[in-house]
């Protein structure tokens, strides 16, 4: 501050000019150390990325006619089998209830007062009420605000019927199988009822908190799940490269080979990139940008980040279908705690610009089940092989209906 002020005084400012001008610096640099600070948030609702404007028209009446008029083409089943995100744990405290409604179900999200987190079908058997509009926690069940219902999140059975003297054996709703892992809160789908055929890894990083969180995205992308930004078709040059959005930016990737893992592993996939960079022609090792691509499942994908001098970090991906052609898809990053937060939260934000880029070609483009191909795009239906290992025989396809309001 002394040096500053010695500075301003050699420009010609006043003593009387420098006392003005002294509180506002110091509250500029009190801002900006409170804003690098706070994790970096942005939130994306409908319509408001990814649609290219119309003369005369509003943002949201554009993206409604951008809608209804795309041709969606011979899409697959529009939910695979796998975990999909919820929420984040921490949006879930203790004796907490929340309405949840994706994968084509109503759910209801409650935590008991021991810390575990359930997931139940919304709807009570007795007469339809919705257990998460105004159902409360009661121990380790959840109470219909109707008639006072008491089910069990272990297993679903009703606990306690207040004015009934026997509760009947059959009384009971559906629960689902869930987990919590890398702060998040996930549930197990399959649509013919099998029970989770693997677990979501934990990232120690993460579970022992050596990296912490600096910041997460979110946007709704109308697409279908397996069309998107989560498989290799991101690997071409149109859109960048292969499921890390935006990191691009630094410089050409030298491409890897994506490639299956093997048995007992068979739902992941792998693929190991390197961002060079390069100064006045020469390449400069030392800054080159390391990112381990993992997907696990249908809908999850860690991209680990490692660089000689920002250090190490992990994005998190996760797509959850709101509705067949809607996508819910957040990114979350932990970095270590020892790195500047305005690191991890550059990084956030450069892929958040290129995701909001490549939003724009998947909420208009068309699913071609036979696309054109050539040799170099071998990935791609490699990647639509291995993808189809998460559909069943009675995997539902898309709804009947006329355009895409629903």
């Not at 529009?78 to 949840?100: C, F, I, K, T």
């Not at 709703?173 to 996930?186: A, D, F, H, K, Y």
């Not at 055929?197 to 969180?213: D, G, K, L, N, S």
């Not at 995701?355 to 239906?381: C, G, H, M």
Request: hydrophobic share 40%; glycine share 8%.
């Amino acid at each position: 501050i002394e040096r500053c002020g010695a500075a301003l005084l050699l420009a010609g400012l006043g003593r009387g000019e420098l006392l003005f001008l002294l509180p506002l610096f110091l509250l500029f640099l009190v801002l900006l150390l409170w804003v690098c600070s706070r994790p970096l948030a942005v939130r994306r609702g409908p319509g408001q990325v990814g649609y290219l404007p119309v003369p005369g028209l509003s943002r949201k009446q554009a993206a409604r006619c951008a809608r209804r008029y795309r041709r969606p083409g011979a899409l697959p089943p529009p939910y695979p089998n796998g975990w999909y995100r919820l929420l984040d744990s921490a949006q879930l405290p203790r004796g907490a209830v929340r309405s949840l409604s994706l994968l084509g179900e109503q759910l209801a999200v409650f935590r008991s007062q021991d810390g575990q987190a359930y997931v139940v079908d919304a709807y009570c058997p007795h007469l339809g009420a919705n257990l998460a509009a105004g159902g409360r926690v009661v121990g380790n069940c959840i109470e219909c605000p109707f008639h006072g219902w008491q089910f069990q999140g272990e297993d679903g059975k009703c606990a306690r019927i207040p004015y009934a003297e026997k509760v009947p054996d059959f009384a009971s709703i559906r629960t689902w199988p869930s987990c919590e892992v890398n702060g998040m809160l996930l549930v197990w789908y399959h649509r013919e009822g099998v029970g989770p055929t693997w677990a979501v890894p934990e990232q120690r990083e993460v579970a022992t908190q050596e990296w912490v969180f600096r910041g997460q995205t979110k946007h709704l992308v109308d697409a279908h799940i397996e069309v998107g930004a989560w498989s290799p078709r991101r690997a071409r040059p149109c859109l960048g490269p292969l499921l890390y959005p935006g990191l691009s930016q630094f410089s050409p990737p030298l491409q890897g080979e994506w490639c299956p893992e093997p048995e007992p592993n068979a739902h992941c996939s792998q693929l190991v990139l390197v961002h060079s960079t390069s100064i006045f022609g020469k390449h400069i090792s030392g800054l080159d940008l390391k990112v381990s691509v993992r997907q696990v499942g249908p809908a999850l994908v860690f991209l680990i980040l490692e660089h000689a001098f920002l250090g190490r970090g992990i994005i998190l991906q996760s797509v959850t279908p709101l509705e067949p052609l809607l996508q819910k898809v957040v990114h979350t990053i932990y970095y270590q705690k020892n790195v500047p937060a305005i690191i991890p939260k550059f990084l956030l934000r450069i892929e958040c610009l290129q995701f909001e880029r490549d939003i724009t070609i998947w909420n208009n483009k068309q699913y071609l089940p036979k696309p054109l191909l050539v040799k170099e795009d071998s990935s791609i239906q490699k990647h639509r092989r291995w993808y189809a290992q998460f559909y069943s025989e009675k995997s539902a396809g898309l709804p009947a209906q006329e355009g895409l309001d629903w």
